[in-house]
């Protein structure tokens, strides 16, 4: 079996679904290891993280950040299926900047 660690970053979009950790390929499962979120922003915001399996997205963190509070998720996820992703949202829309968020996880085939 082999393990390839890997991560992806990037900021919110307001109050559209950003996907944080894309689905795995064929054959792959994907072990999310951490995902933390930056609030940059002048006012606090409410942040979800959903996990979605291609026909239900379940809520698997909820949370306000104040302003330069960050959120450190580092419960062990696993997609396991070509469908799934992570994906995180806003409550409301963001004053002066979005947050800006890395994820961090390895595939293992």
Do not use: C
């Amino acid at each position: 079996m082999a393990f390839e660690e890997k991560s992806s970053n990037g900021t919110t979009n307001s109050t559209t679904p950003v996907e944080v950790v894309a689905a795995p390929g064929a054959s792959t499962r994907r072990l999310i290891r951490s995902i933390t979120v930056f609030n940059a922003d002048t006012a606090a915001a409410t942040i979800t993280l959903t996990y979605d399996n291609g026909v239900t997205e379940r809520v698997i963190n909820k949370t306000t950040l104040a302003i330069g509070d960050q959120l450190y998720f580092d419960d062990t996820v696993v997609l396991a299926n070509t469908s799934s992703s992570i994906n995180i949202v806003l409550a409301g829309a963001i004053t002066t900047n979005q947050l800006d968020w890395t994820a961090h996880y390895g595939d293992a085939t």
